[in-house]
């Protein structure tokens, strides 16, 4: 039994992945969330195996709710499911540790199918987000794997990672809050990310850190 946990602020939509679930062998769902920002108590208490994980919904979106579970439940397999097909959305959602990458009008058959591939340890992604992603590697595949952090990006950004606070950083390093902030700018414009979530989840998949 494949056990599932959604993640969809669409009423309409939550019921219909429900039922889905429960028509299909091999299946149950666990529980239904709106937003992200009791995630890591959700993951706890239902322990799915398999999370479906809508990208936009109100305060923490999705993307950030895959970079908190993959920190504390990197066993949880995770499908992105969203409306959007453009390459920023795909690649945040990959940098954050998702497996899989479906659309919401994909069908049912599809939604199923995605959630076994990755629950058995592969990936899932239709064929036009495949295709981005292998041209999005080609294309940087001769980057330098550091991605040129300094040292003191790379402290910052350990200290980050392991849950401290800018004030914090700075007080353990023995610098101002500003340059902490300085250097989490750069951080995210060389690793090409727009949130902490996703620089910290960038870090470890890299281990950058």
Do not use: W
């Not at 946990?5 to 149950?28: H, K, P, V, W």
């Not at 058959?109 to 340890?121: A, D, H, L, P």
């Not at 292998?134 to 952090?149: D, P």
């Amino acid at each position: 039994m494949i056990r599932v946990a959604i993640y969809d602020d669409n009423l309409q939509r939550c019921e219909s992945l429900q039922a889905l679930l429960a028509l299909t062998e091999g299946f149950e769902c666990v529980g239904v969330f709106h937003d992200c920002s009791r995630v890591l108590d959700d993951m706890q208490t239902m322990q799915p195996n398999v999370v479906l994980m809508d990208i936009e919904m109100p305060h923490v979106n999705g993307i950030n709710g895959v970079a908190l579970i993959k920190k504390q439940f990197p066993e949880i397999k995770i499908v992105m499911q969203t409306v959007f097909d453009d390459d920023e959305k795909i690649f945040a959602s990959l940098q954050a540790g998702a497996e899989g990458y479906i659309l919401k009008k994909a069908s049912a058959e599809k939604i199923t199918q995605s959630i076994e591939e990755v629950y058995m340890g592969g990936a899932y992604m239709t064929p036009s987000v495949a295709l981005r992603v292998m041209k999005h590697f080609n294309h940087h595949q001769q980057q330098n794997e550091s991605y040129n952090l300094t040292s003191k990006e790379k402290e910052v950004l350990k200290l980050l990672s392991d849950g401290l606070s800018y004030k914090m950083v700075a007080d353990k390093l023995g610098i101002s809050y500003f340059t902490v902030n300085a250097h989490v700018k750069k951080i995210y414009e060389k690793l090409h990310v727009h949130s902490l979530g996703e620089a910290v989840a960038m870090a470890l998949k890299n281990r950058l850190v």
